[in-house]
């Protein structure tokens, strides 16, 4: 069983950058991350594969990157330029699946463990 604990969030004015954490206790393939705003569905933003393969979904590229770093086994999420359209809860999620192709990264169902999430809430 692995255990995803995020950090980071918080309250930030509108122009300002962010850097989420995800600690995970145990190994996986790709590890992802998903934001929920209120009212709407949970909806993918970057994964990011073992040997470092990023992907992105397409309205996300740009303002958002992932990274990890495996010695801290931690996953990161930058997102720069916040705007106040990102107040969500964002959440990490991993897998333990291996080839695990792009079209998979983005569904919900493909990752086994999840973390609390953490709000961010953008002020305008």
């Known amino acids: 069983q692995v255990q995803l604990t995020e950090s980071g969030g918080g309250l930030v004015q509108a122009g300002d950058s962010l850097r989420l954490s995800c600690a995970t206790s145990?190994?996986?393939?790709?590890m992802g991350w998903f934001r929920q705003a209120s009212g709407k569905e949970r909806e993918f933003i970057a994964a990011?594969?073992?040997?470092?393969?990023?992907y992105y979904a397409d309205a996300m590229e740009g303002r958002f990157a992932i990274s990890r770093d495996n010695a801290k086994n931690t996953v990161y999420l930058h997102i720069y330029s916040l705007k106040p359209e990102d107040t969500a809860v964002y959440y990490c999620?991993?897998?333990?699946?291996?080839?695990?192709?792009?079209?998979?990264?983005?569904?919900?169902?493909?990752?086994?463990?999840w973390g609390q999430g953490t709000q961010v809430t953008v002020s305008s």
């Open positions: 145990g190994r996986t393939s790709a």
């Open positions: 999620a991993g897998t333990e699946r291996e080839f695990v192709v792009n079209s998979m990264l983005v569904r919900r169902s493909t990752y086994r463990y």
């Open positions: 990011i594969r073992n040997d470092g393969r990023t």
